[in-house]
């Protein structure tokens, strides 16, 4: 099994920062928000568009799957009572000339082995297409 660790820490009332390996993140902890950072919710799906990114290049060499670029768009709808997010919705574009088959193929692949992917899914309604940019093909 792998393990991952990161380290948190309060700054101010006006931020936090989050250590991992090499990398420092500031993060947005301030009760009015901030516009230069990530708040939790926003870390949260930044985490599923990483999983998804990280998953087209594990997945890419193992069937072969050509493709030039990607860009995924995440959106998080928040409930009040209880807080949590009730439904994500995300778009992945991929710039390729692959058919709509293995276009289908990459993303069953992405929906069944993301690590974070995964773990969110049973916990809330995670809803997705992934589909040939503009222009491609």
């Known amino acids: 099994m792998l393990e991952y660790e990161i380290t948190a820490r309060r ?9 991992c390996k090499d990398a ?17 919710a926003e870390l ?6 990483a999983c998804i990114l990280k998953n087209m290049e594990r997945v890419a060499p193992m069937i072969s799957f050509d493709y030039r670029g990607v860009t995924v768009r995440v959106q998080g709808v928040r409930q009040d009572s209880p807080p949590r997010m009730a439904r ?23 929906r069944k082995y993301g690590t974070v992917y995964n773990t969110v899914a049973p916990g809330t309604e995670l809803q997705g297409v992934l589909r040939r940019a503009d222009g491609a093909m």
């Open 11 to 19: 700054i101010d009332a006006h931020g936090s920062t989050v250590h």
């Open 44 to 49: 949260l799906l930044a985490a599923i568009a």
């Open 88 to 110: 994500i919705d995300y778009v992945i574009e991929v710039d390729s000339d692959e058919n709509d088959r293995r276009l289908e193929l990459m993303h069953e692949n992405i």
């Open 24 to 40: 420092e993140l500031v993060i947005d902890t301030d009760l009015k928000g901030r516009a230069d950072a990530f708040n939790p």
